[in-house]
């Protein structure tokens, strides 16, 4: 498995309070992303990042912001949880390629909003 | 922008039977294509990827999977499925390019083969 470590794996919060997810990497790659997955939907991309302090919007970022200060961290924050962002969240890491490259996914962070 | 349709969301098979499920993306220029595996409280793993050259592509477990252009297609298909196949499996696209572009999935399909 590729070195990617999401924490927390869990967590529950209650409404209206900011909450961090972590994403760290071992590989040295230089994308990183954030997905989110629901019943139904597949998974949809939030935010990702071509570079330390370089970040982009995916198709569902109200709500989320992101950071990347150093290369091996990517984290995501919701600003003012709400009961929509209960989700399971994925990070992906993905290394550039002259046409292309996979994407190698972590293990996932369940996030409950109460 | 690109998404992409898969048709069956639910499969139901039993062992040895054959498998297809299919993938249909929408995007005018270059794609890269993949399917990827996620078996029960699991990350998504890859199981095959096309970026260019022969557009029947072989993956893990022998699974493979056909490109044709000309129908936006991208189907995945194993001979004699196992048990251990139950899982969810997503068809992803990216734009062709090798820029930060990230993938772009379908729906998932649930499939479950009985003993």
């Known amino acids: 498995d590729a070195g990617i470590t999401q924490s927390p794996r869990h967590k529950v919060t209650e409404t209206g309070t900011p909450v961090t997810l972590r994403c760290h990497q071992t590989?040295?790659?230089?994308?990183m992303y954030w997905y989110r997955q629901d019943p139904g939907h597949g998974l949809r991309l939030i935010h990702y990042?071509?570079?330390?302090?370089?970040?982009d919007k995916g198709e569902v970022s109200d709500g989320y912001s992101v950071s990347r200060s150093k290369t091996e961290d990517f984290l995501l924050t919701l600003e003012s949880a709400t009961s929509s962002q209960t989700s399971v969240y994925f990070c992906?890491?993905?290394?550039?390629?002259?046409?292309?490259?996979?994407?190698?996914f972590g293990q996932g962070t369940r996030l409950t909003v109460v | 922008a690109q998404s992409v349709s898969q048709h069956n969301h639910h499969v139901i098979l039993s062992e040895a039977a054959s498998l297809e499920l299919g993938c249909n993306y929408s995007?005018?220029?270059?794609?890269?294509l993949f399917w990827y595996v996620q078996y029960p409280g699991q990350h998504l793993q890859l199981l095959l990827k096309?970026?260019?050259?022969?557009?029947l592509v072989k993956g893990i477990k022998g699974f493979e999977a056909e490109f044709i252009k000309s129908k936006f297609s991208f189907n995945l298909r194993k001979p004699s499925v196992q048990w251990s196949d139950t899982a969810e499996y997503f068809c992803a696209v990216q734009r062709g390019g090798g820029g930060a572009d990230g993938l772009t999935f379908g729906k998932g399909t649930h499939l479950i083969i009985q003993p």
């Open positions: 590989e040295n790659h230089r994308y």
């Open positions: 990042s071509y570079g330390v302090k370089d970040t």
């Open positions: 096309y970026f260019s050259g022969d557009p």
């Open positions: 995007y005018g220029g270059t794609v890269n």
């Open positions: 992906a890491i993905s290394g550039p390629g002259l046409a292309g490259a996979e994407a190698f």
